[in-house]
């Protein structure tokens, strides 16, 4: 017999949900549609909304915002910046922005510094991870990739 906590699945809180974001109280990143054909999606962690002048956050899984690039060939095709609204989250933020990326097709990521959690995800997904300096802007960052802006 159960008293309404022991063999849920979950968490072990009962039932509540997993154990690392994905619960009722992790806000949703937005859709975005799919790189086009042929295109290299980037990400990038920013600290303003800028697009390519946008500066690189030191951190990835706290940074105000996300800039995802397109690359097709060696050149820029498309921007987006989009608010990274698991920023503010007690905890699972690494994990739940690295689902979030391996769902819009992010295949390389360029940061200062990823957190373990997001390292993993993003590893386990075959997404390659870049370094830039804190403070840097985007185009110079995608420059030093080789990426012609």
């Given at each position: 017999?159960?008293?309404g906590w ?5 968490s ?31 990400a ?52 739940a ?16 510094r ?17 370094s830039?300096?804190?403070g840097?802007?985007?185009r ?10």
């Open positions: 017999m159960s008293y022991r063999g849920r699945r979950g072990g809180r009962g039932g509540v949900g997993p154990p690392f974001g994905g619960g009722p109280w992790t806000p949703q990143m937005p859709p975005l549609p799919a790189p086009p054909p042929g295109a290299t999606r980037i990038l962690p920013v600290e303003d909304s800028r697009g390519l002048d946008s500066a690189i956050s030191w951190r990835m899984g706290r940074a105000s915002y996300i800039a995802v690039v397109d690359v097709a060939g060696d050149r820029v095709v498309d921007v987006n910046v989009v608010p990274n609204a698991v920023a503010g989250t007690p905890r699972g933020a690494g994990i922005l690295g689902q979030w990326l391996l769902s819009i097709g992010v295949r390389v990521v360029v940061a200062p990823v957190g373990p959690n997001l390292a993993y995800v993003l590893q386990q997904g075959g997404v390659r991870i870049e830039a300096p804190p840097s802007r985007v110079d960052a995608l420059k030093s990739l080789g990426i012609s802006c």
